[in-house]
């Protein structure tokens, strides 16, 4: 029996080996025993096609696959978790997942998705976790969730949703957790949760609401930093309802009736927001917690209710009085009733000592209509998603249902949308028209679609556009026109559209952009333009006027230069693509107009072959991301300054392999974070991680170096500790996350005297994005 155990664990760990020598894909780290696979950072286009059939856990972060297209796992049927983070994905198309139905855990954060079509996630019916934080969705088409029927927890939180359309979490029977934070919402279908019977949490936190929804079934809500005023009666209406957070909004006033729907509210935050006072609150039997921490509370007779109504409730108060001056910074918990007193008669018309009844009667009244409530309808059985797509159509149908939200005619031949083409479509909010050959569309086309949010008109023949062609859409947020034939920039069209939020030019004619091309009185809410792949060549300064504009690409076009004049414009530009133009050198101060802004910025594949030590004057901590993958540098400006660095992107430079190069592997071997750095010399090097190389064992500790060698690395943060060896004159240290360094020599000039390189200490801070 004994042998037989033996002999049984000897085929398993035979065939462990086996499987991981023979099919263990070439860039892939592989445990068989754990049938895990990692292919982290190998930028890799798409799913290796080796990975072994039994493998469960799959870790493909940082690559670049882009599209997952169908049938993209059907190799790997028994994954249970699959980590997609940093992939580039831009979509996911109908049937990628079809095979995966043993996956609970799915990570696709930190991608490029924006629209959640309506089978992305078909197949995955055991799927518990998925996570889609941090892309750039701002569409949920109806029955995306359709077969995620065991979903206990979605995240979508830090994306670019503006609207949640009715039904839109169809088929979620088993959610617990919906996290929505830090999107744009500003407006929630009145069933825009109907359906989600088991749903018990949600974090709607750092959004634009002013309303409350109405969530049956949940139990803590997080509603903070959102813009709210006042809070009217009933504002909010949910029967099993414990924890609500109301933190850092700017509640002003609510009613003693707001909470009245809340019976069971045993913990309320409403710190951080500009209350002079608050009265008892009816409605909520259990409150064990009411924190007012941050408040400007006055601490007079207007708050004796309140003090009262806690105390013999036994509700603990967070806080402390702003006023008067003799009470100032006393915690509220332990102010006495007695002690809250109105002092004069501007204060008080009655005797402090009765109570002060009509000094309460003449507290300031409830600001009316902000957040009056909403009463749902019971769900509806109607379609709300209606589709005429690729019918070969030449103009537009009629008759869709009254209720209908999301309209698809795309792929048709409607050349011509003349004026009211739309009737009967007052609730459509999302409508797709794309590669639909449309030429021309005339003033008032979209007339009645007084709802309509996201309008995509990709890939169609437009030159022009009328000044009113977007009449009648005042809640227009999206819109998507490229892949177009327009020469100019469509600014007078624009001017219809005060909601604009996002919009996308990619792939059209554009070669110039004009003065007052984009300025803040035709697009006040702009915070994202897109003119990828034009033939732009020149910015004119006044071209980018918009004071909220916090996201350009302008990769692949023909700027020779940095259009650092026309950035002035711009004051909170937070991303900056420049990737692909003819910008060969990056000028003094170029990025000196947003330098206290900016956060990412892109400089790939432009042969820039020198940046100048003052180019990137000005750029500080606030700086995150720092690309210049696949130029012809040779040496790099001292990065010190920029100390709040992430990434910093060297791949595919001519760096030289060899022991010059010494320095920065020593301080990649120090670092908590990959640095992205390739070999470009000798060319059997050439595509090899600098990481990765072996010579560097066999250099010697002192590297002599070229008189007209550059090297580039970061001065120490004032935290680092002190260095054992002392700092040679011709090296500085890296910079807290992710500096890199260059080095870069062709031909030996005069030798300089030996100096010994300083090994820089691992900075604490490891918040990378690797």
């Known amino acids: 029996m004994q042998f037989h155990h033996i002999w049984v664990f000897l085929l398993v760990l035979i065939q ?165 934070s830090h999107n744009s919402l500003n407006n929630l279908a009145p069933e825009a949760f109907a359906g989600l019977f088991t749903l018990n949490r949600v974090s709607l936190d750092h959004n634009e609401l002013q309303f409350f929804p109405t969530l049956r079934e949940v139990t803590r809500l997080d509603m903070s930093h959102n813009p ?239 000044r009113r062609a977007f009449a009648g859409v005042p809640k227009l947020t999206y819109l998507h026109l490229e892949g177009n034939r327009l020469a100019r920039f469509p600014g007078s069209a624009l001017s219809l559209l005060p909601n604009l939020f996002v919009l996308h030019l990619e792939r059209n004619a554009i070669s110039k952009l004009e003065p007052s091309g984009l300025p803040s009185s035709v697009t006040p809410k702009l915070r994202e333009l897109y003119l990828s792949n034009n033939t732009i060549t020149m910015i004119n300064k006044g071209a980018l006027d918009s004071a909220l504009l916090g996201t350009l690409h302008l990769d692949s076009n023909q700027l020779m230069e940095v259009p650092t004049h026309a950035l002035s414009g711009a004051p909170n530009l937070e991303e900056l693509n420049l990737s692909r133009n003819l910008i060969s050198w990056v000028g003094p101060k170029a990025f000196q107009p947003i330098s206290q802004s900016l956060k990412r910025l892109y400089m790939d594949q432009m042969g820039i072959k020198k940046v100048p030590q003052d180019a990137l004057l000005g750029l500080g901590a606030g700086l995150r991301a720092l690309t210049v993958r696949g130029n012809k540098l040779k040496e790099l400006p001292d990065l010190s300054p920029l100390t709040g660095l992430e990434v910093v992107d060297l791949q595919d430079n001519p760096l030289e392999c060899d022991c010059l190069l010494m320095p920065l592997r020593r301080w990649m071997e120090n670092v908590g974070l990959e640095v992205i750095a390739t070999c470009g010399h000798p060319p059997e090097l050439r595509g090899k991680k600098v990481k990765d190389f072996q010579v560097f064992t066999s250099c010697p500790e002192e590297v002599s170096r070229p008189e007209e060698e550059v090297m580039v690395t970061s001065r120490p943060l004032k935290k680092t500790p002190k260095l054992k060896k002392p700092k040679p004159s011709s090296l500085k240290s890296p910079k807290a996350r992710p500096t890199k360094t260059k080095v870069k020599v062709n031909k030996p000039a005069k030798k300089q005297p030996a100096k010994k390189p300083v090994t820089p200490k691992l900075s604490k801070n490891k918040n990378t994005l690797y």
């Open 228 to 466: 709210m005023i006042y809070l009217g009666e009933e504002s909010v209406s949910m029967a099993k309802l414990t924890h609500l957070h109301l933190n850092h909004m700017s509640l002003q006033d609510l009613s003693d009736q707001a909470l009245s729907g809340a019976p069971l509210l045993s913990h309320l935050d409403l710190s951080h927001n500009q209350l002079r006072y608050l009265e008892p609150l009816s409605g909520p039997k259990q409150l064990s917690s009411l924190n007012l921490t941050g408040n400007p509370l006055y601490c007079n007779c207007f708050m004796r209710p309140l003090k009262q109504w806690a105390r013999a409730g036994s509700v603990r108060l967070a806080g402390a009085c702003a006023g008067p001056p003799h009470l100032s910074d006393e915690p509220l918990q332990a102010v006495a009733p007695a002690d809250l007193r109105c002092r004069s008669r501007t204060e008080a018309p009655k005797e402090e000592d009765e109570n002060d009844d009509e000094a309460l009667k003449s507290s300031p009244p409830a600001t009316p209509g902000i957040n009056e409530p909403r009463h749902l309808n019971p769900p509806q059985s109607e379609a709300q998603h209606a589709t005429c797509e690729g019918r070969g159509l030449t103009r537009i149908p009629r008759g869709f249902p009254a209720k209908t939200q999301l309209l698809d005619l795309r792929s048709n031949h409607f050349h011509h949308l003349p004026a009211n083409s739309f009737p009967g479509a007052g609730q459509v909010v999302s409508l797709h028209l794309e590669f639909c050959k449309i030429r021309e569309i005339e003033a008032g086309a979209f007339q009645a679609m007084k709802d309509l949010v996201y309008l995509y008109l990709s890939d169609n023949d437009l030159t022009t556009l009328e």
């Open 16 to 180: 462990s080996s086996l499987t991981e020598a023979g099919k263990c894909p070439k860039e892939c780290n592989c445990d068989g025993t754990k049938l895990s696979v990692t292919c982290i950072s190998k930028n890799l286009t798409e799913i290796p096609a080796t990975i072994d059939e039994i493998t469960v856990k799959l870790d493909l972060r940082n690559n670049n696959l882009q599209l997952l297209s169908r049938g993209a796992f059907v190799h790997t049927p028994y994954l249970t978790h699959l980590n997609l983070q940093r992939c580039n994905i831009v979509k996911v198309k109908e049937g990628a997942f079809r095979t995966l139905g043993r996956v609970t855990s799915l990570n696709l954060a930190y991608n490029k998705i924006d629209i959640l079509y309506q089978e992305s996630f078909d197949g995955l019916s055991s799927l518990k976790e998925l996570i889609l934080d941090h892309n750039r969705i701002e569409e949920i088409q109806p029955g995306a969730f359709m077969q995620l029927g065991f979903l206990n927890m979605l995240t979508l939180t830090h994306n670019q949703l503006v609207y949640i359309p009715n039904m839109a979490f169809q088929g979620l029977q088993s959610i617990k957790w919906l996290r929505l």
